[in-house]
């Protein structure tokens, strides 16, 4: 099983779902902010997302927002996570070992977190995600191709 969803568009669902800062992101990740910091840079210069002052006088600060080209990318991701947690819920559904279900959601390792942050996924997996070893996840963890050019 590959996974069909690269970094650049799982920063780009985060920021769909509310995260407005490279450190919210990289939480909701699981990732380095680092890698992070890139590929919003990428994003930004690819003019899908930009940084907006939010807040008055000395409580302003900036924050990421989708452009329209940003927005539309986004809810395609969107609709693809909301697939893939599916399949992940119907597959660890099936089983009853904890053992087992480690290894049905093994593969999809690195869209976790994400998937868990966007509430497409239970909180069960949660203890499940747990016992696998925590790695720096980094753009060719995710599987997918490119689709931002």
């Known amino acids: 099983m ?8 799982a920063v780009l669902a985060a920021v769909a779902a509310g995260a407005e800062s490279v450190g919210e992101i990289a939480d909701a990740l699981m990732v380095e902010e680092a890698a992070v910091e ?7 210069s690819k003019g899908l997302v930009i940084e907006v002052e939010k807040g008055f006088w000395i409580f302003k600060k900036k924050v990421l927002r989708l452009t329209e080209v940003g927005r539309l ?15 992940v819920r119907e597959k660890v ?57």
């Open 2 to 9: 590959s996974l069909k969803i690269g970094f650049r568009d």
């Open 38 to 44: 890139r590929v919003v840079e990428e994003l930004k």
């Open 73 to 87: 990318r986004a809810e395609e991701v969107l609709r693809y996570l909301r697939e893939l947690a599916a399949e």
């Open 93 to 149: 559904g099936s089983s009853s070992r904890a053992e087992e279900v480690r290894e049905i959601i093994e593969p999809y390792g690195p869209v976790l977190p994400l998937l868990l942050y966007l509430g497409l996924l239970d909180l069960m997996l949660f203890e499940s995600m747990l016992f696998m070893p925590l790695l720096a996840w980094g753009l060719s963890d995710f599987g997918g191709d490119t689709v931002v050019e």
